[in-house]
Each structure stands twice: as structure tokens, then as C-alpha cells.
């Protein structure tokens, strides 16, 4: 029989013994247990209906619309743009090929890039039904012909059907839909909302009208605010049977490893996450120190890299250790796939990449690709056993996809890989999808095979395990809580509804944007917000703005915690003025009578940047700063410079691997 002593927490030393000392109440442990295996589940379920609407993401990129069709339900619906309602998997399927041109897979020389961000999933306390808000980022066209950028939100609904999830209505709304090279400012959305239904009927028309860019709509939100129209959450439903004491402790030991794996989960995004914000600054110590002693990293056509010192010799082959003036080298890590073995120690995920890289008067480059990942548990910590980027595209900020396709970067000069690469492949304009570590979540079979051996637990002492596992199902609830205010924020901010986005604050919360100075306190908050432009939507304004790549930590009490994420906004007012604006954000929450609010909003401005410039020759400039008709309470807490000058924004976390403090750098 296999031990746990290599999980941590609890289950370390509460395993395989005879219950001990005074005899629980067995009918009010029962109660606690089967409250927590529904607390739990509904975890499970956020997890599954967002790697379901992921996968839809990475289908779409490879225009597997077989795989996409299968991922509905049979009574299901697609509403995309103004094109109308087509109804039933097969109307579905049948609309997505006329969407990609009557074939499917790409075309040589398509790209058809859909990142699925910022989820909001709302579970029905029945588990049957669940909501969900994305917004997706796109970038499409065809090689030697057209370029486009698409971004706009989702409001989908999904059920819950023979244990499976699947999608019962997919509804996108169009915010931007424009050409690259002059992008919003100047030219109007030339699809107006129309893609296939000229020549493939709806079933139904648009659910809603509403114009196009230069034109903006807001799709109504399936949730009310998270802080103002916060209701407690009702203990779920149980119906206790009379369980023996005995049965009680096998019940605790499944759900002690459930909650394991659900934990993994966060503890592998918060590492792949915390790789991106270190290679964006040439942290590459820092971000060699995630992999495992034997682990590996293979990008493009480099080959394969192996063993801890390896990793590290690649990374810093692409230039010096930490922040460079004059270099800006951003890579998103998004829209993550994880899937964890059942017996906890390794793991498989897919990441989206991309990418934003600059040499300051040289160049400037677009960049998009598939991680497909392995991690491995080592002493209880998570580690990158292999990180393999499916590089996708390249191509010159000033040209863009529709003109220019640079080929798989080779090996460093002078450094030559340990191994070939895994697999050949040509980057766009080739036809090429990543190679899936899973098969279709609603289909498919499972990742690994699931009656393989995985540790068994039984509690020596239930109510201790259960207090634990309250203390710890509560800690993955805060995670998704805090995943969604983060997200929330984007929304609003994205729509200029201030009343709102000022109502996710606590009270004596505070703002500092842009330099602007801190603004303390729930009317200097909603002060700050007018800086940025009158309330509401207004016609040929764009100010969407995505948060996403969050690393998120939970105090041991439950009643604080800290948020890096990443700032990316799409900004212009139509034949005005069209800009980017890039940022990290390193913020404090609090939970208040059991809601989370933010504490502290900071965010670190990378880069304000005219479409029309790009990276390559933006000018330099100052944050912002302070605004004198409209004061802050306190002058900026850290002064920063933005691209092309160089900046750390600081770490709130230690390195997940090593546990070595944030990395200092003072600007040498």
C-alpha cells in the first residue's frame, strides 16, 4: 500500500492509523464533510468550465471546428458579432466552417488567433448550470493579403451534462474588428458584425443590436457586483446518512487528496506565471531557478536545452542578467490547460504565449506561441521539469502578419543545444497546431489513466483533518474570488463605469495609477477614476483595458492577500488619437465580512505607446504624474521610469522554488 508522506500539509502525518482519544460527533462531521465535498466540487466545476472554454480557445486558433462543435451541448447556440442565433451542434458546426472557409484546420498562410482571458465563472449552487464572461483577444488575417485585430467580451452559458461540462450558449460581442495598419484610429469595423450569415442564414436574428466601431455597446454583466451586491453564500444543501466513523475518515482522506490536486493547480499557474514576470526582465537566474535540476526549456527551433545550468546559459544568451534600457521583452503567459496525475507528482499544461519585444531604435516585433509544459513535484514544491514553446509567429511591429512572417529563431550563436528538436515544424505563414497534451474535455479521454494507483489516505483523526480542510477549501475559494475581482477590475475600467470599479474597494482603500499619487479612501478613489474620462460609454471612445496573468497569494489568516498581474489596454478615441498601454500591478486585498476588496491598486506603467510609432521608436516620456486639478492625497510611493528606460516593479513574492527573496536591482 503507497504512503503520502511526499504530500504536504495535513496528510503528512494524519495517515493509514486507528482512530485516537475522545470519539467525534459523527452526525456534525458528516454534515462538515459533505458541505466540503460540495464546496470542493463547485471548485472543480470553475476549473473544468475554464479549461473547457480554453480548449475552445486553442481549437479555434487551429480551426478544429469539429473539436469545436463537439465542446456543445446538442440544444446549444452560437451568437458571434451581429450574424444572428444558429442552434444545435450541428447548425453550430456547420456555421464554424462557413467561419473557416469550408475546411477544416488552417489554411496555409491563416492566422486565426482567439486568447481566452479574464474569466468571470459563476457556478449555479445546484452545480447543473454555470455563466461565464471572457474577452478575447484577436489577431487574424491571411499571409500576404490582410492583418486584423478582434477583441471584444463573451457572455456564455454552459450545463453540466453525465458529469461533463459543455456549452450551452456562446455569445461574443464585437468591440473592435479592425485592419492593422492604421487599427482604431481612423478606419470604422468594415465587417460590421457580419461574417457568414450573407450566405448561411441564422436562425434566429441577433439577440441584440448594436453598432459596431466606431461605435461601442456594453454587454450587460450575468453578475452583480462582486463588493456591492455581495450576498453571503448559502451553506450548500446536504442530507446526512448516518455514516460510520470509519467511513467518515476514508470520506476525509478523498477529499483531503481532491483539495491536493486543486491546490497544485494554483501552485503550477502561480509558477508558470511567475516565469513570465521574470523573463520579461531578464530575470533569468530567477526564472532558471523554477525548473527542476533535470529539467529543460526548448523555444522554436533552438533544440532541446537540458539540465538546470542549460536552462540558465539559453535564457541568458538573449542578453544581460535583469531590466535593460532600451529593451522591452514581454512574454504572456495565458490561458492555461493544467492537468495534474493522479498521483500529485507530475503534472502536463498548456500555455498561450505572447509576446511584445522591442530594441529601443532597432526594432520592434509581435510574437505568438503554444507552451506545451511538464512539471514535476519535488519535496513538495512544483518545478518546470520541460518548457517547449510551438513558436507560431513573428513579425515587424511595422509590418505586421498580413505582410511579414519571420522565420523559427535556430540555436544561440555559440551555444549549441544538448539535443535536435523534438519535433519540426515551420512558423506562420506554414500551417501548424501545437501537438494537445489532452484530447477533446468533452469526447476525449482522460489526460492519464485514472484507475492508476494514487496515494491513499485515511484520516488518524477526522475532525482534525476536516478543521483543516474547511481552513483549505476556504483558501481555493478565496483564490477564485480574487482571480475574479481581478478580472472584474478590467471589466469596468474597460467600460469607464467608475461607480462600480470605485465599489470594489474597501473603504479606506486606496488608488496610484501612473504616478499620480494615493488616493485614500472610497470618494479619493472614485476621484481618481474621473482622470481617465467621464462615466459610461461613449461613441468612438475605446478604453479596454485586460488584466490577466495573475500570481496570487492568500495570507495564512485568510484575511489578506497579494495580486501581480498584468496590465494590457487597447486605447484611442476614433480619428483622434490611438495608443497601447502596458503595466504590472502589484496589489493588496482584504476580506471584510467575508468579501474580498481591494486594499492597495498600484499599478507599474511599462509603456505608453502610439499605434502609429510602436516600441521601435516610441518617444520617451514620464509617467503621467500628478494632476493638479485633481490632487492626490499622498505624493507617488515609488517614483518609475517607462520604456525605453528600464524598471523592476517590485515582487510582493519570494521565488515558488527556491523561497529566495525578490530580486533587487538597482538599475546597474
Known amino acids: 500500500m503507497r504512503h503520502s508522506k511526499k504530500l504536504p500539509g495535513v496528510l503528512s502525518v494524519l495517515v493509514l492509523a486507528a482512530c485516537t482519544g475522545s470519539a ?36 479555434v486558433d487551429a480551426g478544429l471546428w469539429d473539436e469545436v462543435a463537439n465542446l456543445f451541448a446538442d440544444d446549444a447556440s452560437v451568437e458571434y458579432g451581429l450574424d444572428g442565433v444558429y442552434s444545435g451542434r450541428e447548425r453550430i458546426r456547420e456555421y464554424l466552417y462557413a467561419l473557416g472557409g469550408g475546411r477544416s484546420g488552417l489554411a496555409e498562410g491563416r492566422l486565426n488567433e482567439h486568447l481566452q482571458l479574464m474569466p468571470v465563472v459563476t457556478v449555479a449552487p445546484d452545480g447543473m448550470t454555470a455563466r461565464g464572461r471572457w474577452r478575447a483577444l484577436i489577431l487574424a488575417g ?19 451534462e453525465d458529469g461533463v461540462w459543455k456549452i450551452r450558449r456562446l455569445h461574443w460581442y464585437s468591440s473592435v474588428m479592425v485592419p492593422y495598419e492604421d487599427g482604431w484610429l481612423a478606419t470604422a469595423d468594415p465587417t460590421g458584425g457580419i461574417y457568414v450569415s450573407d450566405a448561411l442564414p441564422p436562425d434566429a436574428p441577433p439577440t441584440v443590436e448594436y453598432e459596431t466601431w466606431p461605435g461601442t455597446y456594453l454587454p450587460p454583466f450575468h453578475f452583480p457586483n462582486p463588493v456591492l451586491g455581495a450576498s453571503a453564500a448559502p451553506e450548500p444543501e446536504v442530507a446526512p446518512e448516518g455514516a460510520p466513523i470509519d467511513a467518515l475518515a476514508e470520506r476525509a482522506g478523498r477529499l483531503a487528496l481532491d483539495v491536493q490536486r486543486l491546490e497544485d493547480e494554483n501552485a503550477i499557474e502561480n509558477l508558470q506565471r511567475a516565469y513570465g514576470f521574470y523573463t520579461d526582465k531578464q530575470l533569468w537566474t530567477e526564472a532558471a531557478n523554477l525548473f527542476a535540476e533535470d529539467g529543460a526549456i526548448e523555444i522554436g527551433a533552438s533544440g532541446v536545452y537540458a539540465g538546470r545550468d542549460r536552462v540558465r546559459a539559453y535564457l541568458a544568451s538573449q542578453g544581460p542578467e535583469g531590466p535593460q534600457p532600451g529593451r522591452l521583452f514581454d512574454r504572456m503567459q495565458l490561458q492555461p490547460v493544467i492537468h495534474v496525475a493522479p498521483d500529485g507528482e507530475t503534472a502536463l499544461g498548456r500555455w498561450h ?55 523559427l529563431d535556430g540555436p544561440p550563436e555559440g551555444l549549441p543545444p544538448d539535443g535536435p528538436p523534438t519535433v519540426e515544424y515551420g512558423a506562420y505563414p506554414a500551417a501548424f497546431a501545437a501537438p494537445f497534451h489532452y484530447e477533446n474535455p468533452v469526447t476525449g479521454g482522460p489526460v492519464y489513466d485514472e484507475t492508476a494507483a494514487a496515494p491513499r489516505i485515511e484520516a488518524a483523526d477526522p475532525e482534525t483533518v476536516v478543521a483543516e480542510l474547511e481552513r483549505r477549501v476556504t483558501r481555493l475559494e478565496d483564490v477564485d474570488a480574487l482571480e475574479r475581482l481581478n478580472a472584474v477590475y478590467g471589466y469596468y475600467l474597460a467600460r469607464n463605469q467608475w461607480d462600480d470599479l470605485a465599489g470594489i474597494f474597501s473603504p479606506d482603500g486606496s488608488i496610484e495609477i501612473a504616478m499620480r499619487g494615493v488616493y485614500v479612501g472610497a470618494e479619493s478613489v472614485r476621484r481618481n477614476l474621473d482622470l481617465y474620462g467621464e462615466p459610461g460609454i461613449h461613441h468612438g471612445l475605446l478604453h479596454n483595458h485586460m488584466q490577466y496573468q495573475p500570481v496570487i497569494h492568500v495570507a495564512d489568516d485568510g484575511l489578506t492577500a497579494r495580486v501581480r498581474s498584468r496590465a494590457f489596454s487597447i486605447m484611442g478615441e476614433f480619428e483622434a488619437y490611438a495608443m497601447w498601454m502596458g503595466g504590472v500591478y502589484e496589489n493588496e486585498f482584504v476580506k471584510e465580512d467575508g468579501v474580498w476588496k481591494i486594499a492597495r491598486d498600484q499599478v507599474f506603467n511599462t509603456y505608453f505607446t502610439p499605434y502609429a510609432v510602436g516600441w521601435q521608436d516610441t518617444p520617451r516620456r514620464p509617467p503621467p504624474g500628478v494632476t493638479e486639478s485633481n490632487p492626490p492625497d499622498q505624493p507617488p510611493t515609488m517614483p518609475f521610469e517607462m520604456y525605453p528606460e528600464a524598471f523592476l ?17 538597482d538599475g546597474e
Do not use: C
Not at 650 to 664: I, Q, S
Open 353 to 407: 504565449m505572447f509576446a511584445q519585444e522591442a530594441v529601443w531604435g532597432e526594432s520592434a516585433q509581435w510574437g505568438l506561441g503554444v507552451h506545451e509544459n511538464a512539471y514535476v513535484k519535488e519535496d513538495g514544491v512544483w518545478k518546470i521539469r520541460k518548457l517547449h514553446q510551438y513558436t507560431r509567429m513573428y513579425t515587424p511591429y511595422e509590418d505586421g502578419w498580413g505582410r511579414t512572417a519571420l522565420p
Open 649 to 665: 516593479p517590485p515582487f510582493h513574492y519570494d521565488n515558488p522554488v527556491t523561497g529566495d527573496p525578490p530580486p533587487a536591482w
Open 24 to 59: 467525534p460527533d459523527a452526525p456534525d462531521l458528516e454534515t462538515r464533510i459533505l458541505r466540503l465535498e460540495a464546496r470542493t466540487a463547485r471548485v472543480h466545476d470553475a476549473n473544468d468550465i475554464k479549461r473547457l472554454q480554453r480548449a475552445y480557445g486553442y481549437y
Open 142 to 160: 491571411q499571409y500576404g493579403e490582410s492583418a486584423t485585430w478582434g477583441e471584444g467580451p463573451y457572455e456564455n452559458e454552459y450545463v453540466k
